[in-house]
């Protein structure tokens, strides 16, 4: 099993930035991809951006350019820089990895609110 706690979710005004946390613990021998996923009110959950273990990230159209991926493979975190926000970026914000085996894990989330 693996375990994740996210951080540093909260209010920023429009265009502004925030980076968000996530510590890995529990399996870590056995991660491989390790991204970030965010579902608004009333919406499905959707990738926002993955990185794999040799450090390829991907990004979803609607954040490239503005959200950077980064992963430390050491202490077993992923962050996600997030800048230029936008209201339609409010949502919640997930950790998640994928293990060798296939299985997927999930954080409990944090709140991120792009509003004046």
């Known amino acids: 099993q693996v375990q994740l706690v996210e951080s540093g979710g909260g209010l920023v005004q429009p265009g502004g930035s925030l980076r968000l946390s996530c510590a890995a613990s529990?399996?870590?021998?056995?991660?491989?991809?390790m991204g970030w996923y965010r579902q608004a009110p009333g919406k499905q959950r959707e990738l926002v951006a993955t990185?794999?273990?040799?450090?390829?990230?991907s990004y979803d159209g609607s954040v490239k350019g503005r959200f950077t991926i980064s992963r430390d493979n050491i202490k077993n975190t992923v962050d996600l820089q997030m800048s230029s926000l936008k209201p339609d970026d409010t949502a919640v914000y997930y950790c998640?990895?994928?293990?060798?085996?296939?299985?997927?894990?999930w954080g409990k989330g944090t709140l991120v609110t792009v509003s004046s």
């Open positions: 998640s990895v994928l293990v060798r085996n296939g299985a997927r894990h």
């Open positions: 529990g399996s870590i021998f056995s991660i491989n991809v």
């Open positions: 990185i794999s273990s040799g450090g390829i990230k």
